[in-house]
C-alpha cells in the first residue's frame, strides 16, 4: 500500500528498543523491566500493559516506567500488527490477540498470576484473557476500554469493512485518517505533534494498513459486552478508568460496564481524552499504584 515502503526486519528492528521473540504466528516486540527480586516468588509482582487499537507500545511510556521504578516486574508488548512486532497475514479477531499473549507469557515463562492492564481495545483482550485463564489473571485494570457497545465508526472506517473499498481509499489518499483519529485521542492539543512523529514510523512498514483493516473487519471496535458480563461475575478484581472528555469510546459507554462490573472501582479523569494514564500520569499513577497494591 501507498506510503508502506520498507521491510520489517532485523535491520529496521535494530533501533526499535526492547526484545524480540519469535512466536508461533511471528515476531513479537516486547520490553520487560527487570524484577526488582531476584528469582520467582512472592517478592515479584508481574503486571502486563496490552495496548489498543493502533498506537503500539509506547503509549505505556509513563506506566511502564512508574511501575518498575515502584517494584513491579512490568511487561509491554506490540500487537500484532503494530509497531515492530510483525504483518501476519491472518483474521485480526480477539482469538489471534488472546493467543498472542499466551505465546508470549509461556515463552517468556511468566508463570505467575498477573494483573492486566488494557486500554481501549485492550480492554477486550485483557478481560477474555482472564477469562480464559483463570489461574493466570489476577486483578483487572481497564482504561477507556472498546466494546459496552459497538462504536460509531467514521466514514472512513466504516469503508474499511467494504473489501476492496478501504484499500482503495488507502491506496490513493494514504493513512491520513488513521493519523487524525489518533490525534483525536488527546484532550491536550500540545502533546500532539510529538506523538505523532512517533507514531508514523510503524505506518512505514509493510502490512500495518493491512492489518488494521483486518482487525475492522473482525469487529474488533464491536460490542464485547459479554465478556464484560462474564468478568463481573468472577473474582477478579477490576479497575476502570475513564476522560471524561474522551471522544474515541465516548464516556457513557462507561454507564454500561458499572452496570455489568457493579463491584470495579470507578475513576473519572477530568479535562483529559482517551488515554487519561499519557495525558495525566500524575493523576493516574497514584490511584493504579494502589489498587495494585490492594489484597486480591
Given amino acids: 500500500m501507498r506510503g508502506e515502503s520498507k521491510e520489517l526486519n532485523d535491520f529496521a528492528r535494530n533501533s526499535a528498543g526492547g526484545s524480540f521473540i519469535q512466536l508461533p504466528d511471528g515476531i513479537t516486540h516486547y520490553e520487560l523491566s527487570p524484577p526488582l527480586y531476584k528469582g520467582e516468588g512472592k517478592g515479584v509482582r508481574d503486571v502486563v500493559l496490552i495496548h489498543g487499537f493502533s498506537v503500539p507500545y509506547f503509549i505505556y511510556d509513563p506506566t511502564f516506567e512508574f511501575l518498575a521504578d515502584s517494584g513491579f516486574r512490568v511487561l509491554r508488548y506490540d500487537l500484532f500488527g503494530r509497531g515492530f512486532s510483525d504483518r501476519p497475514r491472518t483474521q485480526y479477531d480477539l482469538d489471534f490477540f488472546v493467543k498472542q499473549l499466551v505465546d508470549l507469557l509461556d515463552a517468556i515463562r511468566f508463570k505467575q498470576r498477573l494483573s492486566l492492564v488494557g486500554l481501549s481495545m485492550g480492554g477486550p483482550i485483557a478481560s477474555a484473557f482472564a477469562l480464559r485463564h483463570p489461574k493466570r489473571a489476577d486483578k483487572i485494570i481497564l482504561i477507556d476500554p472498546v466494546g459496552a457497545k459497538p462504536l460509531n465508526l467514521s466514514p472512513f472506517l466504516k469503508a474499511a469493512k467494504i473489501p476492496f473499498a478501504a484499500e482503495l481509499v488507502l491506496n490513493l489518499v494514504g493513512s491520513d485518517s ?16 510529538h506523538f505523532i512523529a512517533r507514531y508514523k514510523i510503524q505506518m512505514e512498514y509493510k502490512g500495518f494498513r493491512g492489518a488494521i483493516l483486518s482487525t475492522i473487519r ?79
Fill in 178 to 193: 488513521l493519523v487524525r483519529g489518533v490525534a483525536s485521542d488527546f484532550f491536550d492539543p500540545s502533546l500532539v505533534e
Fill in 218 to 296: 473482525n469487529n474488533m471496535l464491536g460490542s464485547f459486552i459479554n465478556v464484560y458480563e462474564n468478568l463481573g461475575r468472577t473474582n477478579n478484581p477490576v479497575q476502570i478508568f475513564w476522560g471524561r472528555n474522551d471522544s474515541t469510546v465516548p464516556f457513557d459507554h462507561c454507564e454500561i460496564l458499572r452496570v455489568v462490573m457493579p463491584n470495579a472501582q470507578f475513576h473519572v479523569i477530568e479535562n483529559c481524552g482517551h488515554i487519561p494514564h499519557y495525558e495525566k500520569p500524575g493523576e493516574f499513577n497514584p490511584i493504579l499504584l494502589d489498587f495494585l497494591r490492594q489484597s486480591s
